[in-house]
């Protein structure tokens, strides 16, 4: 184990976390404020990585591509929202999950029926491909450095928004009283679609950007879906601080157990025991943390005011 | 009268699904023996969840893990050369009731939308954790050796054997959850679910109640568990997707939540649905998810509530 390995995947953990965070940023904000839990959340990523490795196809810039999949996510989102979820806003978490358990299968099986089954693969640009020299003998890949990068602009941007604009206040408002600031004459339902469409160009963000390291394939949202479900749960439902906190924690937990469980176990216990009982801790350790983190403090660790 | 309606309508059902075998035969459909099979395995484990969702109010949406342990519990038992059905399907319901101690004692401090994200969450991990267990498969899972053995008296090789052992089940099940619900025990947890702070004033905390239906509930699906690999022979990880847990879930709600019958009529219909719809087109699942989301925001009360006295209780 030596110092370029950690630091290697450091940087993997972080990578991994503002991914995470992209797609815990829109769905806590639309539980926060809408009181809605919205399973598709994982399926936006899934047609954002569809729509961006497509764009990338037609335009021959990856760039292009990627920066063309928001907006064209959050068409989609704003879609979903009106036709399907709109109704929703009213009814008990119960038939929120189970809706939106229906459009999963709905949108899951659209995208097999349009671009099949077989996952889609992309390589990167020539320019983005190579690693950024750090001298000492460490190297990292230049794309999952930007990706980082991006992320935490983003989250930097979100917080900006949130917290000093004017958009963000109504936003705040409409999550404490829905009805007052109704009357003071905003358009409540639009804002509400605005915002939907906005955490679905969010996790289309995360698809765009996860399209040319993971598979890109029917179902591939599910997976990081219940991960961003623990990081939210950690982090505290509605909280944006406690979605960034618990996104960062679950990334870097993830990634860390995966490299290092292994070696370490092999020093405690037998290497073949260790062989065994790594991956299968590894796998099962974000789950873990979050039943500590629950039965310390139920309510996460930055719970949203005001609820 | 609307009990003895209720009566009248669950006799009905036990009658015509005794008559499935016989008739299937008859037509030289044997096909329908095993789909009904399935079904009634599936309706076990909605009973089990309806116990806790219906009565408890604790939208478990992960109750696919309690199908996983029950079954890995025969399979393994199985590999190493345990056939024994008793032991083994006693070994897949403790098994599953203690898993559910484990869960439900974090899982009921919370609740809400914490309540199913957790629930949700645990039942993903133990889903990875079938898939890291290369001894047992792995990814691909395995093939069960023997189905369980129970000393020669009945045979689960015999299709229609395994269908009357699983109908008898599924009745005593029914019957089990409905005394449950109408004892004192039942009132304590039916009392937590519409009021908390009220049940606390009248003197007793709902948490034990609430964890003890929790348990209750997930060793019933731990059961259907066992049954289910003895019915596909073959067990994989994928008992414990979280896609499954949404489907027991959504055969309560389709049949109708805290219903004698809801849950099983919501089985047969989610499954037989399936079934004709993947007959159409590869694509079934488009029609499907469209379809659930029709069900969730149009039929609130399930079907068991067109059912004459659906509604007792």
């Known amino acids: 184990m030596n110092l370029q390995l950690v630091l290697e995947q450091i940087l993997n953990g972080l990578q991994l976390g503002v991914m995470l965070f992209l797609m815990a940023a829109g769905l806590t904000l639309v539980f926060g404020i809408m009181n809605l839990v919205n399973l598709a959340h994982g399926s936006l990523y899934m047609v954002g990585a569809y729509l961006a490795t497509t764009f990338y196809r037609w335009t021959g810039s990856f760039v292009l591509g990627s920066l063309l999949a928001l907006p064209a996510t959050l068409i989609v989102g704003v879609i979903v929202e009106v036709v399907a979820l709109r109704t929703l806003y009213e009814r008990d978490h119960l038939d929120q999950v189970l809706a939106t358990f229906g459009l999963i299968l709905f949108f899951n099986e659209l995208i097999a029926i349009i671009w099949g089954r077989v996952g889609l693969f992309t390589d990167l640009p020539q320019w983005l491909s190579g690693s950024l020299d750090f001298g000492g003998g460490f190297s990292y890949p230049l794309y999952r450095l930007l990706i980082v990068m991006l992320g935490f602009a983003v989250a930097l941007l979100l917080w900006y928004v949130v917290a000093r604009t004017r958009i963000g206040m109504l936003v705040r408002a409409g999550a404490s009283n829905r009805m007052m600031v109704a009357a003071l004459g905003v358009n409540i339902r639009l804002l509400y679609t605005l915002l939907f469409g906005f955490g679905a160009a969010l996790a289309g963000l995360a698809g765009a950007m996860a399209a040319p390291i993971y598979a890109v394939q029917p179902g591939m949202g599910e997976q990081i879906l219940i991960q961003v479900f623990v990081v939210i749960v950690i982090g505290g439902i509605g909280s944006i601080r406690g979605a960034f906190a618990g996104a960062i924690i679950v990334g870097a937990v993830d990634t860390l157990g995966r490299a290092f469980l292994k070696p370490a176990l092999a020093t405690l216990i037998s290497p073949t025991a260790a062989q065994a009982a790594g991956p299968a801790l590894a796998s099962i350790l974000i789950y873990l943390l979050m039943a500590l983190i629950l039965a310390l403090r139920p309510e996460g660790l930055f719970p949203a005011r005001g609820h | 009268m609307r009990s003895r309606a209720r009566k009248l309508v669950l006799l009905a059902m036990l009658a015509l699904l005794v008559l499935v075998p016989p008739a299937a035969a008859l037509l030289h459909q044997l096909f329908y023996v095993d789909l009904l099979r399935r079904v009634m395995i599936f309706g076990i484990a909605a009973v089990s969840l309806d116990l806790i969702l219906g009565y408890g109010g604790m939208v478990s949406f992960g109750h696919a893990a309690y199908l996983g342990v029950g079954a890995y519990a025969v399979t393994v038992l199985a590999y190493y050369g345990i056939h024994d059905g008793l032991l083994q399907w006693a070994v897949a319901i403790g098994g599953s009731m203690l898993v559910a101690l484990a869960i439900g004692a974090v899982s009921i401090r919370t609740s809400g939308i914490y309540?199913?994200?957790?629930?949700?969450?645990?039942?993903?991990?133990?889903?990875?954790?079938?898939?890291?267990?290369?001894?047992?498969g792995g990814?691909?899972?395995?093939?069960?050796?023997?189905?369980?053995?129970?000393?020669?008296?009945?045979?689960?090789?015999?299709?229609?054997?395994?269908?009357?052992?699983?109908?008898?089940?599924?009745?005593?099940?029914?019957?089990?959850?409905?005394?449950?619900?109408?004892?004192?025990?039942?009132?304590?947890?039916?009392?937590?679910?519409?009021?908390?702070?009220?049940?606390?004033?009248?003197?007793?905390?709902?948490?034990?109640y609430k964890l003890a239906a929790f348990v209750i509930s997930g060793g019933i699906c731990g059961l259907a568990g066992a049954l289910l690999v003895n019915h596909t022979a073959y067990l994989t990880p994928d008992f414990m997707q979280w896609t499954r847990s949404g489907e027991i879930l959504f055969m309560v709600i389709l049949g109708g939540v805290g219903t004698t019958a809801g849950p099983v009529l919501g089985a047969f219909t989610l499954l037989v649905l399936e079934d004709v719809l993947s007959g159409w087109t590869e694509h079934w699942q488009i029609i499907l998810g469209p379809l659930l989301v029709l069900a969730v925001l149009f039929a609130k009360r399930g079907l068991a509530g067109l059912l004459p006295g659906g509604r007792g209780g």
């Open chain 2, 115 to 136: 309540f199913i994200m957790i629930t949700l969450a645990f039942t993903q991990m133990l889903y990875y954790l079938g898939i890291s267990l290369d001894v047992f």
């Open chain 2, 139 to 208: 990814d691909n899972g395995m093939r069960l050796p023997e189905r369980s053995q129970f000393f020669g008296l009945i045979n689960l090789n015999n299709g229609t054997e395994f269908y009357y052992l699983v109908l008898t089940i599924l009745a005593a099940v029914v019957l089990l959850v409905q005394r449950l619900v109408e004892s004192r025990f039942g009132m304590a947890i039916r009392a937590a679910k519409s009021n908390e702070a009220r049940s606390r004033a009248i003197g007793f905390s709902p948490y034990p």
